[in-house]
Nanobody, 115 residues
Framework: VRLAESGGGLVESGGSLRLSCGAS????????MGWYRQAPGKEREFVAR???????DYADFVKSRFIISHDIVMRTVSLQMDNLKPEDTAVYYC??????????WGQGTQVTVSA
């Protein structure tokens, strides 16, 4: 499965960004797509996930600021990020897999939040 992200950029603290990711290839009926992020000098961490049935999971630090959604027909997943903070600055990676297991990663898109 190949993934392609878009939508990153530079935004001021308190602003919003929307990330999108398109999947192509052999997509399983039961799958999960989501987002991880990696800030400079830190390990990659889970952000959010949505299953093909629409179940969502979020990292605690999301605190209702981020919303993940998907379009099954278009094979896309999006992450609406509101009230962004400087600590949200990171490279955001789209993921594909089954449950919590990730089998494919996107190339990443940079999100930078200025103070």
């Amino acid at each position: 499965v190949r993934l392609a992200e878009s939508g990153g950029g530079l935004v001021e603290s308190g602003g919003s960004l929307r990330l999108s990711c398109g999947a192509s290839g052999d997509i399983a009926f039961l799958n999960a797509m989501g987002w991880y992020r990696q800030a400079p000098g830190k390990e990659r961490e889970f952000v959010a996930r949505i299953t093909s049935f629409g179940r969502t999971d979020y990292a605690d630090f999301v605190k209702s600021r981020f919303i993940i959604s998907h379009d099954i027909v278009m094979r896309t997943v999006s992450l609406q990020m509101d009230n962004l903070k400087p600590e949200d600055t990171a490279v955001y990676y789209c993921t594909y897999g089954v449950g919590a297991d990730v089998s494919s990663w996107g190339q990443g898109t940079q999100v930078t939040v200025s103070a």
